[in-house]
């Protein structure tokens, strides 16, 4: 079970304990909003990607998009999602509980900069109905960060 592998990975840090599981669904931003009483904008949500062929997990802010024509002057291709049973497959992870954390070999991971307005965020750990809260840093330490990015639209606040 993919929140095991979380939980294991988090255990080598002393930090297992801070992975909440709730009994209601937070699959989804508005979902994991609601559970954690928290807004929106403030879920990392974590989006899979292939990317010449290799798997790819952008993890953003609750409120950000992908946009395309950033993401494919950064990846030089196309944005192309994952379907459900290939990110199970090449992230390790269900859609409704990827996130960056105990993927498998060879997942690259990036962090949008929509991301850093925020002291902390909550992503997914695994599962459909869990979450961790975590600093900017210790999300940078635990995600493998291969890189911060910009390659979202739908979050700045207009002028």
Request: hydrophobic content about 45%.
């Amino acid at each position: 079970m993919s929140i095991q592998k979380v939980k294991a990975y988090f255990s080598l840090f002393g930090m297992e304990n801070r992975i909440m599981e709730f009994d209601v669904s937070s699959a989804t931003v508005a979902l994991a909003a609601e559970a954690l009483g928290c807004a929106p904008c403030r879920i990392a949500k974590t989006l899979s990607f292939s990317v010449a062929g290799n798997p790819v997990l952008i993890v953003a802010a609750g409120d950000a998009k992908i946009d395309n024509a950033r993401f494919k002057a950064y990846f030089q291709t196309k944005a192309k999602m994952l379907a459900p049973d290939e990110a199970s497959l090449l992230i390790g992870h269900a859609v409704g509980g990827v996130c960056p954390f105990a993927v498998n070999d060879g997942v690259k991971v990036y962090l949008d900069i929509s991301l850093k307005r925020f002291e902390t965020v909550f992503p997914a750990c695994g599962s459909s109905n869990s979450a961790i809260e975590l600093t900017l840093s210790e999300l940078e330490k635990h995600s493998g960060l291969c890189d911060w990015i910009d390659v979202c639209k739908g979050w700045q606040e207009e002028s």
